[in-house]
């Protein structure tokens, strides 16, 4: 045999050989597919054939990379995807840029196993981060990591964070400092450090992940614990799917976000800086996210967002069309809430958004923040309505649909707030007696127009601050209520008290003794 038909019979054995480790892969990937939800398989099973297939696409990558191997001490980088769609991504890829020299053994010699491994998540903030941390513990838990229910309990924890008040992002990187002082593995997720580089940058040996890149989780967790410390803060314009699988902290009660960011410019937000400009999921894919978890046992289904008014608007849809087709969707017996919206784009619908609020499986409620009465002060804030826009608003709703509830938030002691101003606000709230009232001082967020505006004294903003709360505990709230027959929604359960937790239609909170029996 001569040197070329040596070179082509070895170039054939090759070519069998590939085509056997392929054939042998694909169907480990078949029945690790099939068999990766199925209780029964031991998550150790599940985790090796995960990894043979990871360690095999880690090879075929390293073999086609001409990049130049890293010095020995430096940890992994993780590809920042920017806009890489996350239906891409799959939970055992680990995206981890491997050369060529080296091979699966030392992959899977480095890797400990999932199963082994515990993870704690804290959630700091709003329904949204709140959908995120869900979203996150599903995908750690279905790639086999045990969810701890304290920081003690944890190997590795995960602190999503809120951005909104200085207060609760203090209380964020406490945590984190607490965890990292713990031992703890630590990755920092949300609004903190996606919308603060600097902060970011400041805290080593805590690994980062923005809120565009949450379907991440996994890979991110797995790298910290192997004691890299790893960043994916970019901003990618396609948000994760709501495909994802979750583990709903109440599992009565689906949290979908229709939308990431908003179309405005709030001089004192920092969440903005975060979340970015708007960005909307379909229509058919809210639709599919909520139908997904009727199957799964809901009772209740939360639409949120940074601005609900706004939705669609990028898309070429908007909230009007949207709530009908949830509604239609769902089954009588499970309920449909609406979250929080700011005045200027709900304006436009009103009528449509109370045709919807009137039917039997939607609950007649809307959060609408005023932050002021003052139209002084909403200029100041960039808020983009004035106080009669909000009284057009909720007025028009009321009137279509008389028993429902309007929550709102009001801000104490922003800067170009006057007396005058202040006693706007007083009026305000004094005019629509609401039921819920969500009182803060002001905040001065780094990195915001607000932040650099002279503050007032604080003995000032305190002042004014107790001067709402006594205001708001000064009238009664759900006084109409007495002596009625209601129907109620059980959803909850109050440990602390042992109460089982329900609501009206017109969202009152309703609470008798715990019986779990009424739950769902």
Partial sequence: MDKGEASKHQVQVITASTLVLTASAACAYLFWRRWSQAELVPIQLRWLLGSLLQARQVRLQGSESNSAERDEDRGPELEDLGDEPSAARQPWRLGVRRNQKQVAVEKLSQKGVPGTKSVFVKTYGCAHNNSDSEFMMGLLRDYGYTLADKLEDADAIVVNSCTVKGPSEDGAVKFVNNAKGAGKAVVMAGCVPTGDATLAKSMDGVSMLGVTQLDRVVEVVEETLEGHTVSLLGH?????TLDLPKVRKNKYVEIIPISGGCLGNCSYCKTKHARGTLSSYTEEAIVARALQAVSE?????????????????????????????VADALPLTVMLKLGM??????????????????????????????????????????????????????????????????????????????????????????????????????????????????????????????EMTRLFESYATWHHLVAREERVWFSDTDERYNQTVGHTKGYAKVVVPRDDLLLG
């Fill in 236 to 240: 990618r314009k396609t948000m994760p």
């Fill in 297 to 325: 046992g809901v009772s209740e289904i939360w639409l949120t967002s940074e601005d609900t008014g706004a939705y669609g608007l990028d898309i070429g849809t908007n909230i009007a069309s949207l709530l009908p087709k």
């Fill in 341 to 466: 919206t700011n005045p200027p784009y709900m304006l436009a619908h009103i009528d449509a958004v109370a045709e919807v609020l009137k039917r039997p499986n939607v609950f007649e409620f809307l959060h609408v923040p005023v932050q002021s009465g003052s139209d002084a002060v909403l200029r100041a804030m960039v808020r983009e309505y004035t106080s009669e826009d909000f009284r057009r608003l909720v007025n028009g709703l009321r009137e279509k649909v008389p028993g429902m509830a309007v929550a709102t938030d009001v801000i104490c002691g922003f800067p170009a707030e006057g007396e005058d101003d202040h006693q706007a606000t007083l009026d305000l709230v004094k005019e629509f007696k609401f039921p819920i009232l969500n009182i803060a001082q002001f905040y001065p967020r780094p990195g915001t127009a607000a932040a650099r505006l002279k503050r007032l004294a604080g003995n000032v903003v305190k002042s004014r601050s107790t």
